[in-house]
């Protein structure tokens, strides 16, 4: 008689240990279920999860009875396998419509029950929230390979190959770190429904944040807490929900206070040679909640909030990631770089990211000098006036290290062919910088500063046109990379505002024949975006308005 075991030896599945009771998915199921531990039969043939619990439990499905009965021993499976016959993974307009059809959208209040109790802790509770949401451990690994090939391609704060023990680890020890973090991965990557009347602020978005407070107050502060506090406050941004952001992003900086980051002491030298791995990451994650808290200001100016992080990048400058690479064995140190020079011809700079040795994250730069730029503007010595002053000396020389810090970008080998995060955030700086000159020669054209002005005026033509590239690459880019997130959302900001100051400036100042065509070129690729990030409907929105009031009765 054939057998599909490739051992002689008895399946130790058919042998081991029985439970007591049916599992859930035989018992929702009304199936027969021959009870092995870890796993039962059925379940290992479809690939589910099997969780037991009691059959007194009469609790709906997404609920867990008081005593907090639920097993993990199903998520033990260090040598789980793919069996014959799986059905493989496709990828579509959404890439996870595959494995969220069977999801549970919310969590049941009734699930917190047992929190009320001592016989479940944090960890095991926010695992069986993660399990109930997600139902099979292939849609939990299938989360995280979206994110880790979305992304965290640009917004790189989680190094893969220490997330991915610690998500192994999570089967055998159930941690509520590393699955909150899973959620908040499961957060960003998924696609705006455009059926849903509730936005992107939906039932599953309150679960993860009500499940991420609750871990918060329950356990440690945490370098994966601060990564998944820095993910929603990015999806926060990405889908025109400003004010939770901006509280997000004010919670990520007290959580960096309390790390001890806001002291020159924390990034002396001898602790860079001492802990170089963690200074890097504590390094990514600092500049990362800079640049989110640039975007949300920039992002929404109608809100006018303030800067979180002002006070520390103003006071010294926290090292950026790459200055660790010399301590780091494995780096290839080519993340440090002079304004201008250019990165080795033919190596793939970001191809070893999955390790914090190769980890480069240019989008530190990028949030430095944007920062710089926003703090600039509202300090007296840059007000933004019907007449400001006249471009200065400073002014000039940021932009051109700006320039220069985009050009090396451009010049750059990435896997994804390029860093639009940091070049998206570089436009924007270097057209709010200039910004003020265009207003200058409008008002004071015979001014003796004009060429100071016009030294200005065509930094931004130079960031336009460059803008205007990009958005041919959106209209032009794969179905595939869009529904990963691999698109930054601070893109939909910078046509925007690109936009607006051709509708404003475009036949004057700027001196544009065609600015009427670049325009409508960004707004495509608004429409574009608007698919996958909710903030780019806000811009294509208020660009039609524009349009309007400057054409009236624009057709869109």
């Known amino acids: 008689m054939s057998t599909a075991s490739s051992s002689p030896a008895p399946s130790p599945r058919q042998s081991g240990p029985k439970s007591d009771r049916v599992c859930r998915n035989c018992r929702d199921g009304k199936k027969g279920c021959d009870k092995v531990l870890p796993v039962c039969s059925r379940c290992r043939k479809s690939g589910r999860v099997c969780v037991w619990q009691d059959d007194g439990d009469l609790l709906p499905r997404s609920a867990s009875s008081a005593s907090g009965s639920v097993r993990f021993e199903s998520f033990m499976l260090g040598q789980q396998q793919v069996l014959p016959g799986t059905p493989s993974y496709s990828v579509t307009a959404d890439p996870l419509s595959g494995y969220m059809a069977s999801a549970t959208p919310t969590l049941n209040p009734s699930m917190f029950a047992s929190m009320d109790s001592a016989t479940e802790d944090i960890h095991s509770f926010t695992l069986r929230c993660l399990v109930d949401i997600l139902n099979h451990r292939q849609s939990v690994e299938h989360v995280v390979s979206q994110y880790f090939e979305g992304v965290n391609t640009w917004f790189t704060i989680v190094e893969r190959a220490t997330f991915e023990r610690q998500l192994e680890d999570m089967w055998l020890s159930p941690s509520a770190e590393t699955a909150a973090l899973v959620l908040c991965m499961l957060l960003i990557v998924r696609t705006p429904n455009p059926n849903s009347v509730f936005g992107m602020g939906d039932g599953r978005y309150l679960s993860t944040k009500t499940i991420l407070g609750l871990v918060r107050s329950k356990v440690p502060l945490s370098m994966p807490l601060m990564q998944a506090e820095l993910l929603v406050a990015m999806y926060e941004f990405s889908h025109g929900m400003p004010q939770q952001a901006y509280m997000s992003v004010g919670t990520c900086y007290q959580m960096s206070r309390a790390f001890g980051w806001h002291s020159q002491v924390f990034w002396s030298e001898e602790h860079q040679r001492l802990r170089p791995d963690v200074l890097k990451l504590s390094s990514i994650l600092w500049w990362?909640?800079?640049?989110?808290?640039?975007?949300?200001?920039?992002?929404?100016?109608?809100?006018?909030?303030?800067?979180?992080?002002?006070?520390?990048?103003?006071?010294?400058?926290?090292?950026?990631?790459?200055?660790?690479?010399?301590?780091?064995?494995?780096s290839l140190g080519f993340g440090l770089q002079s304004p201008g020079q250019n990165y080795?011809?033919?190596?793939?700079?970001?191809?070893?990211?999955?390790?914090?040795?190769?980890?480069?994250w240019p989008e530190a730069s990028s949030a430095w000098y944007l920062s710089n730029v926003l703090q600039e503007l509202s300090s007296g010595r840059s007000e933004l006036g019907p007449y400001p002053p006249p471009p200065t000396a400073q002014r000039n020389v940021l932009s051109g290290a700006i320039t220069a810090h985009?050009?090396?970008?451009?010049?750059?080998?990435?896997?994804?062919?390029?860093?639009?995060?940091?070049?998206?955030?570089?436009?924007?700086?270097?057209?709010?910088?200039?910004?003020?000159c265009l207003l200058h020669s409008v008002h004071a054209p015979?001014?003796?500063?004009?060429?100071?002005?016009?030294?200005?005026i065509n930094t931004i033509k130079s960031a336009i046109d460059a803008v205007q590239g990009e958005a041919v690459k959106v209209l032009q880019v794969s179905d595939l990379r869009l529904s990963k997130g691999g698109v930054a959302p601070c893109l939909a900001f910078t046509m925007y505002y690109a936009s607006l100051l051709l509708i404003s400036?475009?036949?004057?100042?700027?001196?544009?024949?065609n600015w009427l065509e670049k325009v409508e070129e960004m707004r495509k690729a608004l429409q574009v975006l608007s698919g996958r990030w909710k903030i780019a409907e806000k811009y294509l929105n208020g660009l039609n308005i524009a349009l309007n009031n400057r054409f009236g009765g624009y057709a869109t």
């Open 344 to 360: 080795p011809s033919g190596v793939v700079l970001d191809a070893n990211m999955d390790q914090i040795d190769g980890m480069v």
């Open 406 to 436: 985009t050009l090396d970008l451009y010049a750059g080998n990435w896997k994804d062919g390029d860093r639009i995060a940091a070049v998206g955030t570089n436009f924007i700086a270097l057209m709010k910088l200039n910004q003020p």
């Open 446 to 456: 015979s001014s003796m500063h004009q060429d100071d002005s016009q030294y200005g």
């Open 288 to 330: 990362a909640i800079v640049y989110v808290d640039c975007l949300v200001q920039v992002g929404y100016q109608e809100q006018k909030y303030p800067l979180h992080t002002s006070d520390v990048t103003s006071s010294f400058t926290v090292p950026f990631p790459e200055v660790f690479d010399q301590y780091l064995p494995d």
């Open 505 to 513: 400036h475009g036949e004057g100042g700027l001196q544009y024949l």
